[in-house]
């Protein structure tokens, strides 16, 4: 255990939660993979141009890149598995309607839950991140009362713990390798 917190990702949160305090998020933490090469594996094509505004931007991070899909698709998420063929992947979603983590190694989903049901947990080993996901605070046996406070940064630490791949607001704030996703909208 150790590493990242949930503050070390407040700043990604902040700036993916409107003004009603609504979280619009799809992030993927890719170990070992350049951004282009992480794009490729999802079949985003870097620079291509989509009508309705949905893609992914790639971002060089430590260890590896992250992505962020721009929009309501949740395709990072859905993606993991392959992506992760070789390596490792971790991928946090939030919106409205739905939320999500997932951890795959070498195209096996190792664990996935719901931020908000985590004692539903599935997977090839789902107690894997186990006490990660309890240092961090995430509601393990569902005794919180409400939603807890803030799952999603804490979420997002656990994907860096996981895959090793940090994310720095610096980095964020530099160029990222783009590409849209209307091609492959819906999860194709």
């Not at 407040?10 to 890719?30: I, K, P, Q, R, Y």
């Not at 620079?47 to 971002?59: C, F, I, K, M, R």
Request: charged share 20%; aromatic share 10%; glycine share 12%.
């Amino acid at each position: 255990m150790g590493g990242a917190t949930a503050a070390t990702y407040e700043w990604l949160c902040e700036e993916f939660t409107d003004g009603t305090d609504e979280t619009w998020l799809c992030a993927g933490f890719v170990r070992d993979l350049s951004p282009r090469e992480a794009l490729r594996r999802i079949h985003v094509i870097p620079g291509s141009q989509g009508e309705s505004g949905q893609g992914v931007a790639a971002y060089a991070a430590d260890g590896g890149t992250v992505l962020i899909e721009y929009g309501l698709a949740e395709s990072v998420y859905v993606k993991a598995p392959p992506l992760s063929t070789g390596t490792a992947v971790a991928s946090v979603y939030m919106n409205i309607k739905n939320d999500g983590f997932t951890y795959c190694v070498d195209g096996r989903q190792i664990t996935r839950f719901s931020l908000y049901a985590y004692s539903l947990r599935k997977g090839s080993d789902p107690d894997r991140l186990h006490a990660d996901v309890e240092d961090l605070g995430l509601d393990v046996d569902g005794n919180q009362l409400g939603f807890p406070g803030d799952p999603v940064s804490s979420a997002l630490a656990l994907a860096e713990r996981a895959t090793g791949v940090h994310l720095s607001s610096a980095r964020f704030a530099s160029p990222a390798l783009i590409g849209f996703t209307d091609r492959i909208y819906p999860y194709r």
